[in-house]
């Protein structure tokens, strides 16, 4: 099996950030947060379905990375972005990059769920996830990561 090289972001992939951001809008009384990076607590999101078992499964077998993009106008988040990662996944505490380009990043798979930051420039595979699409969920994310893994060097 081919080692490879990957970078998964944490909001919209492995923490539930829209969950959260729908649950301040209903506590304001609103249908939705004009900017939801100002107002969620990023210390307490839930985890998205099929990360815990699928990010182990990547570390486990590849060199994994995540790579977040904090809002800048809130220097706390940066510090609850690490202690959320710890808290939930502390084999990867050393490994967390904040970058709001991800198109610098160098590997094979970019995992991510937006394509603002540099993500369709990306020089690897870019797998832009979405746990509300069929086919661009974690189970899906990692039938094409076997895929890869498969591939002649």
């Not at 939801?36 to 099929?50: A, H, N, T």
């Not at 590997?107 to 993500?119: A, K």
Request: overall charge negative.
């Amino acid at each position: 099996m081919k080692k490879l090289r990957i970078f998964i972001d944490m909001d919209g992939v492995i923490s539930d950030f829209a969950k959260s951001a729908e649950k301040e809008a209903a506590e304001r009384g609103i249908t939705k947060l004009s900017r939801p990076d100002l107002c969620v607590d990023y210390r307490y999101l839930d985890l998205i379905e099929g990360a815990e078992e699928a990010v182990k499964y990547l570390y486990d077998n590849h060199e994994v990375f995540i790579a977040t993009t904090p809002p800048w106008d809130r220097i706390q988040v940066w510090a609850d972005k690490r202690a959320w990662l710890e808290e939930n996944f502390p084999y990867l505490k050393q490994r967390l990059i904040f970058t709001h380009r991800k198109d610098l990043l160098i590997g094979d798979i970019l995992i991510d769920d937006s394509h603002y930051r540099g993500q369709p420039d990306f020089k690897g595979h870019w797998f832009w996830f979405n746990k509300s699409w069929e086919n661009k969920n974690w189970k899906a994310c990692l039938e094409f990561i076997k895929i890869l893994e498969n591939e002649e060097i």
